[in-house]
């Protein structure tokens, strides 16, 4: 029998990536903010009770983390108190909540990947807010939280690796970091291991859902160069001290996905998920002549 999830924020990234993953399988609803706002607790109360889904899905965020230094408010109404209110709905209908939080929790001090039970230390608002929506979510009477990082694919080319291959692409120099390290995560591989989760109901909790492996931007952006059979002289290596952003970035950011492996999904190399990414045919890059698209990787 099909379960009915309720897909949120489905019209973003990971929303509309983890929509086209469950449909086989699953009936599925997805609104957009739009259609359910989380951060109108009443109103999305409403609008999950009426459907009352076996599954929630919970891909609504606030992303923009230096943004959350200026509006804390709207950091904390979505990623925090939007999650609380999903928990209540969960409670009331009885139904399992997956949320999805980020490396950012970390204080990225560590000299090898995160595991889920290493103590959270988050350094800004937008940290702060997410590791609320972990602890929130925990509310819910079955909860699977996956910490994801460094997303990439998906119909919204605003990702990290995206500003590396449309700067590389256009002739242009592309800043990344030799410092900061980092597990990118394919949102195709995401999904699929969302779907695996909903299908086989591992022991609930908090995992770490990346691609596996980790490097730093230097490293991702070679890969890149080197698939796209470019020279390295298109990348512009630099320092995080060289860049001047409002909210700190954990500087060790890897995350460890053993945890996931055990409960039987096994993520791809995050090499892989570089190579089936750039196979699938893009749209023309949105840099102009002589635009720099692109801050540094984040």
Aim: aromatic share 8%; charged share 20%; proline share 6%.
């Amino acid at each position: 029998m099909k379960q009915l999830v309720l897909i949120t924020g489905a019209s973003g990234q990971l929303g509309k990536a983890m929509t086209e993953q469950l449909v086989p399988r699953h009936e599925v609803v997805g609104l957009g903010r739009a259609e359910l706002d989380v951060t109108n607790g009443a109103a999305a109360l409403a609008t999950i009770t009426a459907i009352c889904p076996d599954v929630i899905v919970n891909c609504s965020a606030y992303t923009n983390v230096d943004g959350a230094e200026t509006d804390p408010g709207s950091a904390l109404a979505a990623n925090a108190w939007g999650v609380k209110t999903l928990a209540r709905a969960a409670a009331d209908i009885n139904a399992t909540l997956v949320h999805f939080s980020t490396d950012f929790v970390f204080d990225g001090s560590s000299d090898r990947p995160y595991r889920e039970d290493d103590a959270p230390n988050p350094r800004g608002t937008y940290a702060v807010s997410k590791l609320l929506g972990e602890w929130f979510a925990t509310e819910a009477p079955t909860w699977y939280v996956l910490r994801v990082e460094s997303l990439f694919g998906g119909p919204h080319r605003r990702s990290s690796v995206d500003r590396i291959v449309d700067l590389v692409r256009s002739g242009q120099p592309a800043p990344v970091f030799v410092d900061r390290v980092v597990s990118p995560s394919f949102v195709t591989d995401v999904a699929d291991a969302s779907a695996f989760i909903l299908r086989t109901r591992p022991a609930a909790g908090l995992y770490h859902c990346v691609n596996s492996g980790y490097a730093t931007w230097l490293t991702v952006g070679q890969e890149i160069v080197r698939r796209l059979g470019e020279l390295d002289s298109a990348l512009k290596p630099i320092s995080v001290n060289d860049v001047k952003l409002r909210a700190e970035r954990p500087q060790f950011a890897a995350l460890d996905n053993a945890k996931l492996a055990k409960a039987g999904y096994k993520m791809p190399t995050w090499q892989d998920a570089i190579g089936r990414y750039l196979s699938v045919p893009r749209p023309q890059s949105s840099l102009r002549q002589g635009e720099n698209g692109g801050q540094a990787p984040l």
